[in-house]
């Protein structure tokens, strides 16, 4: 079936609402959702590219202060990706270096500011390439300082993903991958990779990928199919 979400009593299939494929009417509908929805949520989000350690800490105070009038606490903050923030280091640094000295301002940003750091980074190339089928601490971008400065390092890893990214289509898999593509196609793994003050280990949510809904798999009760 075709997943759906539902604006104003409405079913609007997501695969038009992501490339904006909609009548003005539903564009409407899925506007004012929105609308409502975030501004009942504890969320402010800066767009912000290429920003520096000085730009996040004043989007920080930005949002404390925007949040405090809705009766809230700023207590995350979330770095969208690292790769988009400015580095310090001189333009002609290697980007190891760049993006060690990233990673310790942001460790140290979140100490002075009393938050939770959490901080989104690509893998490198060779994740790609590699046999494994899960990425581990070796592949973390372009600098050890990160598994180094941060108190947790978690890898989200779909089975499914792996199986499906070289296919042209479903149909060419082999039956027995097949098989694993439909028993795995709804999970996510969450390698907990590093945790200095606990255990490490994995655990799996539920993904609905077509929903971008990830939950916990005891409280997947939509039944949403692929």
Not at 4 to 13: A, D, L, N, S, T
Not at 14 to 39: C, F, M, N, S, W
Not at 86 to 112: C, D, Y
Not at 192 to 220: C, F, Q, S, Y
Request: with cysteine.
């Amino acid at each position: 079936s075709v997943a759906v979400k539902q604006f104003e009593g409405r079913e609007i299939p997501y695969a038009r609402i992501k490339p904006g494929q909609l009548q003005q009417d539903e564009h409407e509908a899925v506007a004012r959702t929105l609308l409502r929805g975030t501004e009942r949520l504890p969320l402010a989000i800066e767009y912000s590219r290429n920003i520096t350690i000085g730009g996040i800490r004043k989007a920080i105070n930005k949002a404390r202060e925007k949040l405090r009038e809705r009766g809230a606490t700023l207590d995350v903050v979330v770095i969208d990706h690292l790769g988009l923030v400015a580095s310090p280091a001189h333009k002609s640094a290697h980007r190891t270096q760049q993006v060690t000295e990233i990673s310790n301002m942001l460790f140290g940003l979140a100490q002075s500011e009393n938050v939770a750091m959490v901080a989104l980074c690509q893998l490198n190339r060779d994740s790609e390439k590699s046999e494994e089928t899960r990425p581990g601490l070796h592949h973390l971008r372009d600098s050890g300082a990160l598994e180094q400065d941060a108190s947790t390092v978690l890898f989200p890893w779909r089975p499914a993903y792996k199986i499906v990214r070289n296919a042209a289509a479903l149909e060419s898999l082999p039956p027995d991958q097949y098989a694993d593509y439909k028993t795995t196609r709804f999970t996510m793994e969450i390698n907990v990779a590093k945790m200095r003050n606990g255990g490490t280990g994995v655990t799996t949510l539920h993904a609905d990928m077509p929903n971008n809904l990830i939950t916990d798999p005891t409280e997947n009760t939509h039944g949403i199919a692929a």
